[in-house]
């Protein structure tokens, strides 16, 4: 029997060991690699996954958004004065708006909003962000530092798309003739409606009318002397202490409107007050009962009916009674007096005995002619249709005979004045540029070239050595006509409450523009003096042909007499 030796069986049991342990890491070592396997598997499917995907969104566009679009259809021509001076222009502006599904935390962002917008409200805007909406307006036309205040803030879902803006140079100096624009920069007011209704408007349908297509529109306006009339009527506000003041220039030749202002007005560039009652333009919008102004038209109408010269007289020692109303004078001279004298001293007497020798129809008729009872056509759409008794009678014909009783525009009366010291010819107004051949075609003779130079005599006397001397210009020769109305209150005429106005013609040797100004309710320039036309609507205009005949090319005359001469017109 063999003894084992210990050492060997040691040995053995431990390369036994060995092999076992081997054969276990040969098994351990393939599932190792099979979920090595199965976890690279599992990353590059998630991968590819991603990859897919970014794929298909890169393939697909955006989500559609009615967003507007650049709008080239909105432009709009620029107007300019007749010396090419810009009155109205496009300019491009930012105008903000929001995706409410972008939005993520509508809260936040309207905070921040309102630290560059502090006016925008947060329950309407909130309304509109909250909804689900793919576009909604927030503000438009920003200025450049809103704009990129709001960009600065970094909301998301917020953009600015780029829009036309209307932009007037010269703010409000001749708001009432330039008119307005909407948000949409559609024309609603003035001659920018004018220039939407003569086929703007289909144009920018039609996505005709681009920027640089459209030609300038070129008004008769000189903007030169529209800033002094405006100047001046802002004065008298002031001075006078009045609730309102307009006036305008027109060419006498032409029928060329020069300028044209009424006060209180607004800014187009910010129109927040324009539809407020006291803004409306008095000058071709506002009918008025515009005072002995009337007595030229019915001077003249006396004149041309051959039934009355300057040599002829009247009695005004007495007021003049009928149908239980009292015709008095304002200061009156309680004597016979002369066609001169009753025009420079204003006499309601005397000009209404003119006027009944001419008849009530025959007055109506030459009312009528001369434009003051019908609607004017301009290119203004703020016109005021004037307005006149039903049924004229004896009476009505008396008190209409020196301006109570009929109501009119200053503007229309403006014009026809023209006509009455222009050699008698009606011109239509208008606010585009004319020539005198063109004026020549269309004027009609309303009063014989003779009784014009006689009315001209008359203008030049009253300023003369009557109501109207306060208007004097040295040099241009200022001939006019005063004019001071009652205001109607409560059905009855006030003691206290005036309308006045003051027609002026310069040159009258040989009239080229004529200028009319009015004064809603004017009170005593300082105590103890009056507030009638000759103190206060006189001097206006008297200060606005200083400063604007040599801007219209009048040249001064100091070398001649300036004393009032009839001639025979030529």
Known sequence: MSVLNPFRLRARRDNGASSSIKVKARGGGARSRGRLMLAMGVVFAVYGAIGARLVQLGMTGEPVVNLPQSRPTASRPDILDRNGLVMATDIKTASLFAEPRRIVDIDEAIEKLQTVLPDLDYDSTYRKLNSQAGF??????????????ILALGIPGLGFRTEKRRFYPGGPTASHILGLVNIDNQGI??????????????????????????????????LRAQHVLRDELEAALERYHAVAAAGTIINARTGEVVAMASLPDYDPNNPFNALEKDRLNRVSAGVFEMGSTFKLFTTAMALDSGKVNLNSSFDASKPLRIGGFTINDFHGKRRVLTVPEIFIYSSNIGTAKMAEVVGVEGHRAFLKKVGLLDRMKIELPEVATPTEPKEWKRLHSITISYGHGVATTPLQTAVAAAAMV????LIPPTFLPRTEEEAREIAQQVISPETSAKIRYLFRLNVEKGSGSRAEAPGYFVGGKTGTAEKVVNGRYSNNKRFNAFIAAFPTNDPEYV????????????????????????????????????????????????????????
Do not use: C, H
């Open 189 to 222: 007011a003035g001659i920018e409606k004018y220039i939407d209704d003569q086929g703007l408007a289909d144009l920018q349908a039609l996505g005709l009318a681009g920027p640089d297509t459209l030609e300038p529109v070129r008004l008769s306006i000189d």
């Open 136 to 149: 909604v307006w927030l503000r438009r036309q920003l200025s450049p530092r809103q704009q990129a205040d």
């Open 422 to 425: 222009n050699g008698g010819k």
């Open 515 to 570: 200028v009319a100004i009015v004064i809603d309710e004017p009170q005593p320039e300082r105590p103890g003096i009056g507030a009638t036309s000759g103190l206060n609507a006189a001097p206006v205009a008297g200060n606005v042909i200083r400063r604007t005949a040599a801007m219209l090319g009048v040249k001064p005359d100091f070398g001649q007499e300036n004393s009032a001469v009839l001639v025979s017109y030529q």
